[in-house]
């Protein structure tokens, strides 16, 4: 690189392929949790319910009358921990032109704003990822700007049921600014399935452009829930900035953890607590006059928006808090900002003898 013979362009081109990572050590990847490690909500079972099922920051957004159970796996390629399994339990082989299933992730448009899109200074996308699928064939991965309904597709082709990495570069887009805020703007979909609807028309590869339904996605796409026997495990999941593919960035579990808690967190089952526990959240004691009581429960990280709460009692059921550990009583949060909640409120009957406390696990979300 220090040859004089080299001019600065020369020189400049030769450092992004030997340094790739010069100025930015750490912090390379978009992705949270693109290591599968954390779980919050433990295993789902069957369904075909749109929601964040087990992975935290991985989203099953389906219109598909197939259903999967998803669950954090152990089976991984080298060097990782864990991987989540999309097991197809009801199968579905006619594909009606409306359906779909994608695995989403969503990235807050603050968070992407180094891409420079919209810019005359937009940067490429460089995403990579590792799959294991038992249903080999072409698979379509989609950036999808959600600010500007702009998107850009490319296909990987799965020809083996073994682990490989997969890296995609997507082209830079000076059209369309990422909002700089904390609402999704860019994400990364995972097509396991797609109806007539989203592949009868030509594929943006080389370009982003206008997201048309019927650009987005391959007329080569397998159906990855045809049959009961398939499974798709996806981990080391990576996004970032220029053309330059690295190394996995390996975060630690707790960093990945507290990455994760700023969209969801639990007092109870997953990863943390106990299921049936009523302690580990809401502590106060009851108010002189009516239902409920004021007391305090703080979130570890701040959440990206005021959340929304549900209420365990010491039963695990939903909607309900405990008094003295024995009484349980229907009950919401209030007084909820980005950092916790301070009051419950109840039903009638919650006593106000002072020694008997008011306790509550809960859930809080603030997903994208």
Known sequence: VKNTNFTSAEKQDLTDDILPLA???????????????????GAASATNSSDY??????????NTSSQVAVTKSTDTPDGFSASTKWDCTTADSNVAAGDYFIIQHRMEGQNVQDFAKGTSAAKQFALSFYIKATKTGVYTVELEDTDNARACSKTITVSDTNWNRYSLIFPADTTGAFTNDANSSLTINFW?????????????????????SANRVSSSNVNALDSTSNDFLLTGVQLEVGSVVTDF???SFGQELALCQRYYLTTRGGNNGNPNSDFAGFFGVPTANGAGGYGIALFPVAMRATPTIVLYDGTATAGKFTQNGINY???????????????????????????????????ASAEL
């Open 53 to 62: 099922l087990s992975s935290d920051r991985f989203l099953t957004n389906n």
């Open 192 to 212: 396991l399935m797609a109806g007539s609807n989203f592949t009868s028309g030509t594929l943006q590869t080389s370009s982003w452009g206008a997201r048309t």
């Open 249 to 251: 960035e390996h975060r």
């Open 23 to 41: 100025g930015q050590l750490s912090n390379r990847n978009k992705v949270i949790n693109g290591g599968m490690m954390i779980h919050q909500r």
């Open 329 to 363: 009583f229907t009950g919401t949060a209030s007084g909820i900002n980005t950092n916790g909640f301070i009051l419950i409120h109840g039903a009638t009957g919650v006593s106000t003898g002072t020694n008997y406390t008011l306790t509550a696990g809960f859930t």
